[in-house]
């Protein structure tokens, strides 16, 4: 580099503050090793950790007893849809944000056991969660209580195979009211 272009260089602000930090870093051989050493050690761990990410965004195994369904068998499902009841176990923020099927019935999974009596027993029943694994407890739930359970279906798989599902417009919130007296 000519003296001329560097004395250009040097007026600038950003040069100023590189060379002001990283200066004294390549003027002493141990901090420059040190910088080195700690730049090598970040990237090794990006890359262990790399996998770890992967793996957790792998689909999980399959435990249930109640079968988890996928678009083909969901659509012949509600093709009669006086046969059967679909029963999404989310809480309402995952229904307005991840979507749902038009009709179903809400029932979250914590409160599912206490709320049998408002199942009705003469249909076939879905459950629905974002990816099926609450469902999949959800109709094993139910099995054991006696309801027939089709299967159980998560929206997010459902969409991802070419379906689709309604998207809930949360209803915009109440306006504070004054006490009239």
């Known amino acids: 580099m ?12 950003g040069f100023r503050l590189i060379n002001r930090y990283i200066g004294p870093i390549m003027k002493n051989p141990a901090l420059l090793f040190a910088a080195i050493a700690t730049l090598a050690a970040a990237s090794a ?18 435990t249930y007893k109640t079968k988890q369904l996928n678009r083909a068998d969901f659509d012949a499902l509600i ?3 006086a046969k ?7 809480r309402p923020d995952e229904l307005t944000s991840k979507g749902s099927f038009p009709v179903y019935l809400s029932i979250q999974i914590k409160d599912l056991e206490k709320s049998l009596d408002y199942i009705p027993r003469d249909r076939s029943i879905v459950t629905v969660s974002n990816r099926a694994h609450r469902a999949g407890a ?12 089709a299967g159980a279906i998560g929206s997010l798989d459902y969409e991802e195979q070419g379906g689709s599902v309604a998207r809930i417009t949360p209803p915009p919130p109440r306006p504070a009211q004054a006490n009239a007296q």
Not at 45 to 62: K, M, S
Not at 84 to 90: A, F, K, S, T
Not at 138 to 149: I, R, T, Y
């Open 2 to 13: 000519r003296r001329a272009d560097h004395d250009l260089l040097a007026s600038e602000p």
């Open 45 to 62: 761990f990006a890359q262990q950790t790399a996998p770890a990410a992967a793996a957790a965004q792998a689909p999980q195994p399959w």
């Open 79 to 81: 093709a009669n849809p």
């Open 84 to 90: 059967v009841v679909v029963i999404d176990v989310r």
């Open 138 to 149: 959800a109709g094993d739930l139910l099995s054991d209580k006696g309801f027939k359970v």
